[in-house]
DNA sequence: GATGACACCTAAATCGTTTAGCATGTGACA
DNA sequence: TGTCACATGCTAAACGATTTAGGTGTCATC
């Protein structure tokens, strides 16, 4: 009984379909993978067979052979945030249509959960690895997952000096954008929301504002700098912040648009409205930053592009590992929206 | 240093491990897992070994001969809505928690894409699948996966009649529970944007509008169905329909708040207040709902809740094939917030 | 009729683990 | 001294694919 049952669920292998259709496995092997070395005939009658009887491969005695899994570990440090959701649909999309499958691994910014998780990843030995890696993570650290042979791809983030390829986005240049279009209404005093040193795209997106503003003219004052996570809640508490200063600025750029929309309900709160009593630029574009109200002026940057860019140097570097290093900076483009306009003329508080 | 002698001696396996220990593989391979058979001393030196060496283990090898490779398959048909990130999160921390890794397939609302997509996660021969089917899939699709033994479990959506385990919301009374909010405000015309046939959810998110309606006596009407998929243009369009009929609703549920938003859009455009001159209630409630202006009534549906579900029901189901299939659907809460408030006393548009 | 050339297929050796079943060594005990 | 039990490790056979290095049969050519 078990054995009937058994029998016919029983697995069906290549050695199986090569004992039923009177072959050699080799020959089920290469027909299946249209080798032109096998006879039409013989290939027909093979994937017929492997089709009526439901055979599927099985990976992992391909690999254990081929040393290959056309599997990619994808170890990003947030997929709520719906930038690096858009981001990991790229990716996957990417991967998938050439063949790739996608393991996935979160590490909530936390260096010990990622190298827990990628070194579980690593186990399965997938022929690359993107990463956006976690906030203080070592040049070792992804040094380790390479030490195998496998391709290593930055995205958005990057670890400096680790010499590994890298798409994402001109972060700098972005956020000077957004400065540059603040000045041109013709703000002075300008803040930024969010952003922090532990990650490169925090170091990025804090030079291009200071770089912004030393391209007008105007000086850094650190005092209008609110560090702090990509988080809605920590924007609008920056917001508040900004607000209760001395000296308020009129004017932000802010981290990501995360961080834009808890400055927006910021203001929202204090009774001000953006676009009117305080300008605002977001960075990173996601759907909600047009849907949202008034709608986010922000700096846009193709992040579907820049996933795809990663998906392929991922693929170009698996396939030969001593391809020069690449890097993909996109050039982000400012969006002008609702939440940016010149300066209230007069007094906004008593200075 | 010590990585680069690694890197030139080769891959580090358990039988390079074995020899250079003077042990069998057998024993490596069992102190390195704690068997209680291996002397304390050999256990230590073994994984001291393992350590210092840099030895990862090769999954492939070890899947091919256990018949188990700690993978779920995770075939989402779509991973931009939050709604499903969030899902995707939850799964994703379950499992890992688990020691299980999350391969993952995006079926884009696709059947075809789905099957080729299921069908190559197949192939990694994952311990489980879970999976939220695309529209149109049949039973058969799903019986498919489970065939080699492989545990199935529908998440969100379900294929009804397929006797897989299932985890989501109970979203004929969630639903309801929006409909029974509006009546109880005033409102007897009431419509219903997006959701469609071919899903699990959509059926069931309209029954259980019926069924709110019927709670109150009130007849159904089809031309107050703007049936769509959950797409903020679609819930737009939606809205501008249901505002040009000649008897318009005073309010509407939608199918998700992702088609509520679009929907909150449609009445800006046509110069209506959300919670004012028309009332709303979304599905899901995801963050972006109390976020929006006005916040979004909503029907919270424990996303992260019924994800983890899901990821037990896996892990429930992979160590006991034959167990008796297990639904869990959980209770929707209603949210009240700024889109509902009783209809406008008189005159909305010349009826 | 020997000789290649060619088309087609096969035997067998891997790949790195796990595990059933057996071997060895050591004391305790009769 | 012989026997038993126990602790500890080892041998060897899987697992299911891929691939190298042939093997066999057929046909044209010299």
């Not at 090569?18 to 027909?44: I, K, Y």
């Not at 605002?280 to 930053?289: C, K, S, T």
Request: glycine share 10%; hydrophobic share 45%; no cysteine.
């Amino acid at each position: 009984m078990e054995d009937m049952r058994s029998a016919r669920l029983g697995k069906v292998t290549l050695q199986r379909l090569a004992l039923e259709l009177g072959l050699s496995t080799a020959t089920v092997s290469l027909a299946l993978r249209d080798s032109p070395v096998v006879a039409d005939g013989t290939r027909m009658r093979v994937q017929e067979a492997a089709r009526a009887r439901g055979y599927v491969a099985n990976r992992s005695a391909a690999a254990l052979r081929t040393a290959r899994t056309n599997i990619v570990g994808v170890g990003l440090h947030d997929i709520v945030n719906p930038a690096f959701t858009e981001l990991l649909a790229a990716i996957e999309e990417a991967l998938s249509a050439a063949g790739k499958t996608v393991l996935l691994g979160v590490s909530q910014e936390d260096v010990t959960r990622q190298t827990r998780t990628l070194g579980t990843l690593a186990e399965y030995r997938p022929d690359a690895f993107i990463v956006s890696p976690a906030a203080h993570t070592q040049v070792e650290d992804l040094k380790a997952l390479a030490a195998t042979g496998i391709a290593v791809v930055q995205v958005t983030r990057e670890i400096e000096g680790s010499g590994f390829d890298f798409a994402g986005s001109d972060d700098r240049a972005g956020v000077a954008l957004g400065v540059a279009h603040l000045v041109a209404l013709g703000h002075r005093r300008i803040g930024m929301v969010g952003g922090f040193d532990a990650i490169s795209t925090g170091r990025k997106r804090l030079a291009g504002y200071k770089a912004g503003l030393a391209a007008a003219g105007i000086p850094f004052d650190p005092a209008l700098v609110m560090a702090g996570p990509g988080h809605r809640e920590e924007g609008r508490r920056a917001m508040m912040r900004l607000l209760a200063l001395e000296a308020p600025p009129t004017a932000a750029v802010s981290f990501n648009d995360l961080s834009a929309f808890g400055a927006l309900m910021g203001l929202q709160a204090a009774g001000l409205t953006a676009g009117r009593d305080f300008s605002l630029v977001g960075y990173d574009d996601i759907a909600e930053a047009a849907l949202w109200h008034p709608s986010l002026t922000t700096v846009h940057t193709f992040i579907p592009e820049y996933g795809r860019e990663a998906a392929r140097l991922a693929l170009a570097r698996m396939a030969d590992l001593s391809r020069p290093v690449e890097r993909v900076e996109l050039s982000p483009r400012l969006v002008v929206r609702d939440t940016t306009s010149p300066p209230m003329p007069v007094k906004r508080r008593p200075l």
